[in-house]
């Protein structure tokens, strides 16, 4: 259930996020399909900031840990 608050605005916080996605596919001559999926993100979120400031923020986004997945599927058509 959700509740509403009064905001009076003291609270700030700034969130930013970097997603990025690569998707390679392969066909084989035989009719097999191969794809490589690699996707990034690095996020950040800071309670005690409230004023944007790109170089800072890009900055401190850029230090964070990302977090990679990494897909294979592979697809074999059958012939009929």
Request: hydrophobic share 45%; no cysteine.
């Amino acid at each position: 259930r959700i509740i509403p608050v009064d905001y009076d605005g003291s609270r700030r916080f700034a969130v930013a996020q970097l997603r990025s996605n690569l998707l390679l596919r392969w066909e084989n001559p035989h009719g097999a399909i191969i794809y490589l999926v690699w996707s990034r993100e690095q996020t950040h979120s800071d309670s005690e900031l409230g004023v944007v400031r790109l170089d800072r923020d890009m900055s401190t986004l850029l230090s964070r840990a990302p977090v990679d997945v990494i897909m294979l599927k592979l697809v074999q058509g059958i012939a009929l």
